[in-house]
């Protein structure tokens, strides 16, 4: 093992202030080194109490700072290419939150950077594969216990969505999920996307279609669909099912106390990702310390990011056919084999 991460964590809005708390108080081996935001009284505040850590308003002096050998990118996607580029310039391990990038093109060129060092620094932060269940539902399938996989019927539903979130978003900031989840229980690629429009929700603002079907396919022929419901109201809700030759396994439904009181009986719904996925990222960012201080990457790498991507593409692109989009992948470099 090398020395503890000296982590500057770029952005410091909902995602990577959670991150910035996990590093302080749960990761062993990383501490935080700097945080990176826009707005520097927001940067200042999430440093506050962290010894040793500086705000900063600009990543290019966080990876220019002496006291950083690491970086967790937590800015929005449009943003991450940049600093994904200069960091892997600067032989840096990488956490990046997915997108990896917003766009199949722009991912393409950070696989080659990746490449042209010629060692994998990047994994990106898909944190589904690091929660027990989608662990345990893994294990099953490469096991083969219950025979071969043939289907996945998967619901991703939100509560409700910030101003400003378009139909496109739908794909590219929540089926994403969905696409990496299928990638890694099935461990094949994505073949086609189709995308299906049915009847929409009134809860859904001007100009987004919700719920949408996405129907999925992979190399094989597992066929997935997804029920994407952003307006949902209820709560928040990933779930899985999974039908085999000889069995049905269901993950991701309602956990806690079950009560019956003042002549009402249930449970709570979880209101939201971080509440749901709290003990996977706790995984995923000890992993990424763990393997980072090996010289290494300890989950999704830089090609999961660009195949992601390259699916979300396929899926914008069904949305507005309405007809099933083939998967455009460049070939596997070999530094991901």
């Known amino acids: 093992m090398t020395e503890t991460l000296r982590v500057a964590v770029i952005g410091a809005g909902r995602m990577g202030a959670d991150h910035i708390q996990r590093l302080n108080t749960r990761i062993h081996g990383a501490q935080v080194a700097a945080v990176v935001d826009v707005d520097l009284p927001r940067a200042e505040a999430a440093v506050e109490g962290i010894a040793g850590a ?13 006291d950083v050998n690491a970086v967790l990118i937590a ?50 932060g898909f944190m589904r594969r690091y929660d027990a269940e989608y662990a345990q539902l893994g294990a099953m399938i490469r096991d083969g216990e219950l025979g071969e996989l043939l289907m996945l019927h998967c619901a991703h539903r939100n509560p409700d969505t910030p101003p400003g979130f378009t139909n496109e978003m739908l794909i590219n ?18 073949t086609s996307v189709q995308v299906r429009l049915g009847k929409a929700s009134r809860n859904a603002p001007a100009g987004q279609h919700d719920p949408q079907q996405v129907l999925i396919e992979t190399e094989s022929g597992v066929l997935a669909d997804v029920e994407i419901f952003v307006n949902a109201q209820f709560g928040y809700e990933v779930a899985t099912q999974a039908t085999f030759e000889q069995g049905i396994v269901n993950i991701g439904g309602d956990g806690g106390a079950y009560v ?78």
């Open 75 to 124: 800015t929005p996607g449009f943003l991450h290419e940049d600093i994904l580029l200069k960091a892997v310039a600067l032989d840096l391990p990488i956490l990046c939150e997915k997108p990896l990038t917003p766009d199949a093109a722009s991912a393409w060129r950070v696989v080659q950077a990746e490449q042209k060092l010629g060692r994998t620094r990047i994994q990106v």
């Open 173 to 190: 900031d929540s089926v994403v999920h969905e696409f990496d989840a299928v990638r890694f229980l099935t461990g094949e690629e994505i």
């Open 260 to 337: 019956r009181s003042a002549g009402r009986w249930g449970g709570r719904a979880t209101p939201g990702f971080i509440e749901r996925f709290g003990a996977a990222y706790d995984v995923e960012v000890q992993a990424w310390a763990d393997a980072a201080r090996r010289g290494e990457i300890g989950g999704p790498s830089a090609w999961d990011g660009y195949a992601t991507a390259a699916c979300c593409e396929a899926g914008v692109a069904a949305q507005k056919s309405g007809v099933r989009e083939t998967v455009q992948l460049n070939a596997k470099p070999g530094l991901y084999s």
């Open 54 to 66: 500086v705000a900063l308003a600009d990543a290019e002096g966080a990876l220019r700072n002496g």
